[in-house]
C-alpha cells in the first residue's frame, strides 16, 4: 500500500478516457468529474438530453477521493444555530440531506453496487463542559426537527467524553467504488466523458477549453470544487480553503461501528472502514500552517490513542468554507443564467454533492424546489456581512504580508533537506525548495489566480496560496485551484 495516498484510491479502477479533440454541442456540458459532476450527470441521465462532462485530469481522483466518506446529515453542531435564525431553513436543510442519504442506499441497491455501504450512527461529542452545553442544546433542536438522536457520555474512540449527541440511520462507504460504478452507468447511458480537458472560460452558451476547443451547451454545470473565474460570481470573496489531514490505522485492538467528530471545529474525527480506522485532523486555513508538520502531529495524536496500532497510509483533503455554512448551488451568477454551480461543501461533501445534483436537476428541468433559494449562490451582496467582510480582509491581509513579509535572498542559502522558503531578489519573489538530493528548485512565488504570495506547505511538501487556496507541486504545477496557470519555473 502507497502510505502517501488515499485509502480510496488504492482501489482505483475507473477506465481512461480520451481528451476533447473537436468543437462540440451538447444539451448539458458538466465541468468537473468529481462525485457532484457525476451525480449531476446520472440524476439527469434519463432525461433525454445530450450530456457531456469534461475534466482538467483524471474522474474521480480529486476532493471526491480524498475524504472520509461519510454519508449523513449530522454536520457538526449547526442546526441550533440555522433554527434560531430561520426555523424552516432549519427543517428544509435536514430533509434535503436525509433525502440524500436515501438517495445513495436507492441507487447503490436498486444497481447493485458493491462499495462497502453500511449503515450506522454519526456522533458528535465534546471534551470540555462548554461545548458539552451546546450538545445539550444541539439534541433538543434535532429531536424538533425529527431526527432519531439521542445522548451518550460514552463513545467507541479511547477518549474520554463528557457527552455526545448520536444521530441514528446514516451510512458510510467507499466513495471510489461508488464512483467506478457511476461512471460505468453514465458511460451505458450515453453521457460522453472527456478527461484531461481544462475549460478555462465560459462565454454565453459556450465552455472553451486550454487546448482550444468548444463546447456550445444550452445549460453549463460548474463542479470544479473551487470555481476558476477569477473575479465573475465573486466566489474569491465569498468562500475560503482548508487542508485536513487524515491517516489510517491498522492493527487496532478493538474496532468502532459508528462515526465520530469533535463538537470543537478543530477537534478530531473517528470513522471505521474495514480493517482500518480513519482518524481526521489538525485542520487549518489553507496557507496558514506555520511550518508546521500536521502529518507527525496527527500520527503522534492516533498512536497516543492507539498504541498497539500502524500507519496504513496518509492523505489530505481541502475544502471550500462558506460565509453561512450554507453551500452555493444554483445558478452562477445573475450575469450567466445557463451556467450553474456547485461549491461551498464545508467538509461535508459526499451528502451535499447528492444534495447538489438533485438541485440542479430540478432547475435544469424546470421543476420547482425549495432548497434552491436556500443555497442561492446570489443570496449576499458585497459588505452585507460581517463574515463577508472578514474574509475579504483575511486576503487582503494575507496579500499584504507576502509581499510585504520576505527576506532577501542570502549568498549562503541554509536551507534544509525537503525545506522550502519564500524569499526575494531583485524585486522577484521566490520559492525555494531544497529537495532529499540537495538539489534546489526555484519557482515564481506570485500565485497565478490573484497574485498573492505562496507559503510552503511543510506536511505535503506544496506551494500553497493563503489568499483562496490554490495549491502547486514543487515545480510550480497546479494541484488545487482556482488556479489554472502554473508558478512560473525559475531554476
Known amino acids: 500500500m502507497n502510505a502517501n495516498k488515499s485509502l480510496w484510491l488504492h482501489d482505483y479502477n475507473i477506465k481512461s478516457f480520451e481528451p476533447l479533440t473537436s ?21 439527469l441521465k434519463d432525461t433525454g438530453q445530450k450530456i457531456v462532462i469534461i475534466d482538467a485530469g483524471k474522474i474521480a481522483s480529486g476532493t471526491s477521493a480524498n475524504n472520509t466518506a461519510k454519508i449523513t446529515a449530522q454536520h457538526g453542531i449547526m442546526y441550533k444555530e440555522l433554527f434560531d435564525k430561520d426555523e424552516s431553513a432549519a427543517r428544509l436543510y435536514k430533509k434535503v440531506c436525509t433525502d440524500a442519504i436515501e438517495n445513495y442506499k ?3 441497491t436498486e444497481n447493485n453496487i458493491l462499495c462497502d455501504y453500511r449503515e450506522c450512527d454519526a ?16 439534541y433538543e433542536i434535532a429531536t424538533q426537527l425529527g431526527f432519531d438522536a439521542y445522548l451518550t457520555d460514552t463513545i467507541e474512540p ?14 458510510t462507504f467507499h466513495p471510489v467504488k461508488f464512483m467506478n460504478e457511476i461512471v460505468r452507468l453514465l458511460e451505458i447511458s450515453g453521457v460522453k466523458i472527456y478527461e484531461n480537458t481544462t475549460a478555462i472560460d465560459i462565454e ?33 470573496l465569498k468562500m475560503q480553503q482548508e487542508r485536513s489531514y487524515i491517516v489510517a490505522l491498522s492493527g487496532i485492538n478493538k474496532k468502532i461501528e459508528n462515526m465520530y467528530i469533535d463538537a470543537y471545529e478543530y477537534g478530531y474525527s473517528f470513522k471505521q472502514h474495514g480493517e482500518y480506522l480513519l482518524v481526521c485532523g489538525q ?43 450554507m453551500p452555493y448551488i444554483g445558478k452562477y451568477s445573475t450575469l450567466m443564467p445557463n451556467c450553474y454551480v456547485a461549491t461551498g461543501f464545508k467538509k461535508w461533501g459526499i451528502t451535499l454533492s447528492m444534495v447538489a445534483a438533485n438541485t440542479i436537476k430540478d432547475m435544469i428541468i424546470n421543476r420547482v424546489n425549495e432548497e434552491s433559494n436556500l ?72 500565485c497565478s489566480h490573484l497574485g498573492c504570495v505562496v507559503k510552503f506547505n511543510k506536511s505535503e511538501k506544496t506551494w500553497d496560496c493563503p489568499c483562496h487556496g490554490s495549491r502547486y ?6 494541484i488545487e485551484g482556482p488556479a489554472l496557470e502554473p508558478l512560473k519555473k525559475l531554476f
Open 204 to 236: 454565453d452558451d459556450i465552455v472553451e477549453t486550454e487546448d482550444g476547443w468548444e463546447i456550445r451547451a444550452s445549460h453549463i454545470v460548474m463542479a470544479t470544487h473551487f470555481p476558476f473565474f477569477k473575479i465573475k460570481g465573486l466566489y474569491s
Open 473 to 478: 507541486d514543487i515545480n510550480g504545477n497546479v
Open 123 to 138: 456522533l458528535v461529542y465534546s471534551i470540555d463542559e462548554e461545548y458539552a452545553k451546546k450538545i445539550v442544546d444541539e
Open 283 to 325: 485542520d487549518h486555513k489553507t496557507g496558514e500552517d506555520e511550518g508546521e508538520d500536521r502529518f507527525k502531529e496527527l500520527e503522534e495524536y492516533a498512536k497516543y490513542l492507539y498504541p498497539e496500532s500502524q500507519i496504513a497510509c496518509r492523505w489530505a483533503a481541502q475544502d471550500c468554507m462558506t460565509l453561512d455554512n
Open 375 to 446: 443555497f442561492s449562490p446570489s443570496r449576499f451582496k458585497i459588505g452585507s456581512t460581517k463574515k463577508l467582510v472578514e474574509f475579504a480582509t483575511d486576503s487582503g491581509v494575507a496579500f499584504v504580508k507576502g509581499h510585504n513579509n520576505v527576506f532577501g535572498i542570502s549568498s549562503e542559502l541554509k536551507l534544509a533537506k525537503g525545506d522550502g522558503v519564500v524569499m526575494q531578489h531583485n524585486n522577484i519573489k521566490l520559492a525555494i525548495y531544497r529537495g532529499e538530493d540537495d538539489k534546489l528548485t526555484c519557482v515564481s512565488a506570485v
Open 106 to 108: 436507492k441507487i447503490i
Open 158 to 171: 479511547n477518549i474520554n467524553v463528557v457527552n455526545a449527541l448520536g444521530y441514528k440511520k446514516q451510512a
Open 23 to 43: 468543437n462540440m454541442e451538447a444539451d448539458i456540458v458538466v465541468i468537473g468529474a468529481g462525485l457532484c459532476g457525476l451525480l449531476t450527470a446520472y440524476m
